[in-house]
């Protein structure tokens, strides 16, 4: 019904989120992207409206864009000359994703939790992701999703270098209890935040829609409020400390595809690209351990 340019121009702006980003990537105009959404969607009798996180979502009877998804997603892991669409957490972008490995382009970095990212994957809008919240992933048996770990790695409590506990030895619970600890809305993780929980932690909601360092981790330049952080994460998360304190939290790097997709030549691609990237980063931080 409509053209692999026509659908790649609707899925990128909703994914980009920007028209204009949108434009740069595909070497067109702004007012082309525009022009052939607007034709699109009329075609299709869908709409496009944002979230109340600013994220586009389709309104309207979506059978036949599901269904064109799918073909042209078939369509893109098929033939060289297209390029996937890969998607990271804000740390596992540089650590990972970066050269854009051979055959994909990167996506914005700065999603917030797995809802909207596990959204994309479903819909055919991007075709692979690399989630850094292990214990929250999807199941090994989930019937949408497979999961390849990558990596495991410890959670590290962390502060600004000028906290008042960030030289104090064998910090306890009650050491804690003074201090905000930053937290996301309730059942993003649910694994996590009740590992976090049980220490006194996940106490002060960050306010933000996408990940915003002065939102986050910028937030402990108050010296006082408390975040979390693997080796990877501190490689972005500039003068944060470790704490002397174990939070008893493994979590690491995982890449999630559509199970129907796992057998195709160019994820297997992607994963051996991955896999050799985990063994250099392991090589700089002793407590990366790879997964295979």
């Known amino acids: 019904m409509i053209t692999v340019d026509d659908l ?16 740069k990537r595909l070497f067109v105009t702004q007012s082309t992207i ?8 009329k075609t299709l009798g869908i709409w496009l409206k944002r979230d109340q996180f600013g994220e586009w979502q389709e309104e309207g009877d979506t059978t036949f864009l599901d269904l064109e998804r799918e073909t042209h997603q078939l369509y893109r892991l098929t033939r060289d000359d297209e ?21 994909w382009m990167n996506g914005v970095w700065d999603h917030l939790g797995m809802v909207r990212p596990l959204r994309l994957l479903k ?18 048996d989930d019937p949408d999703f497979c999961v390849i770990d990558l990596c495991t790695t410890p959670v590290r409590l962390v502060a600004n270098k000028l906290h008042p506990l960030a030289n ?63 080796c990877l994460g501190l490689d972005v998360m500039k003068d944060l400390t470790v704490l002397d304190y174990d939070l008893n939290l493994l ?16 994820i297997r691609d992607l994963v051996s690209c991955l896999k050799e990237r985990v063994l250099e980063k392991s090589a700089v931080h002793s407590d990366l351990i790879p997964c295979f």
């Open 123 to 140: 819909k055919g809008i991007i075709d692979a992701w690399i989630g850094s919240y292990q214990p929250d992933l999807p199941s090994q």
């Open 83 to 103: 390029r996937l669409r890969l998607e990271a957490t804000f740390w596992a972008g540089p650590a990972l994703a970066t050269p854009e490995p051979a055959g």
């Open 168 to 230: 104090k030895k064998d910090i306890s619970r009650e050491d804690l209890e003074a201090f905000p600890a930053l937290s996301l809305p309730d059942s993003w993780f649910p694994r996590t935040e009740e590992c976090l929980r049980s220490h006194g932690l996940w106490s002060t909601e960050a306010r933000m829609k996408r990940y915003k360092r002065h939102l986050w981790d910028g937030q402990t330049e108050d010296q006082a409020t408390l975040c979390y952080a693997t």
């Open 34 to 41: 525009s022009r052939r959404n607007a034709e699109t969607q």
């Open 8 to 23: 790649k121009c609707l899925d990128m702006q909703i994914w980009l989120r920007s028209g204009e980003e949108c434009a």
């Open 251 to 266: 979590s690491g790097e995982s890449l999630v595809v559509k199970r129907t997709l796992m057998d195709h030549q160019r």
